[in-house]
């Protein structure tokens, strides 16, 4: 697969397991994976140079998507409504019509909203990547 491919199944697979397993996700705020797992950040630094994104934005994707996928694990999983599947599941369609057209028009469940979530984090870490100093910051 392509990369960014690669880092939605890698998202997704992370997030079932949170879902699968409920009671590990307030593990995340006291051992990150990249202090667990050095060897998958590795190798995920490999993958990117591979598939020839510019280093540069290696540690920018490498955190960026942990700090999302930790943020998804503990919003959605140590919420005590989570379903599973369902966003904004608690919208009011006679207060809150608008938000509730938008839920609806955006045909996403819980899962599908975080692959369109990690594709746009990764389209703005590497937007403009062509033009020199364009994301120095």
Known sequence: PDWPDHFVALATSFRRSFVR???TAPLLL???PRDLLPGG???AAQFLHRSG???AFHIRILDGMETLLIGTAICEIMNPFFDGGTIFRNVDLTTQSA???AV???GLSAEGL???KVRAFLAGVTAGY???NAMRY
């Open 53 to 55: 994104v510019p280093v």
């Open 30 to 32: 006291h051992y990150r």
């Open 41 to 43: 950040y590795e190798a």
């Open 21 to 23: 397993y409920q009671n």
């Open 104 to 106: 609806e028009a955006s």
């Open 114 to 116: 975080l692959e369109v």
């Open 130 to 132: 062509c033009k020199p």
């Open 99 to 101: 938000l509730a057209a």
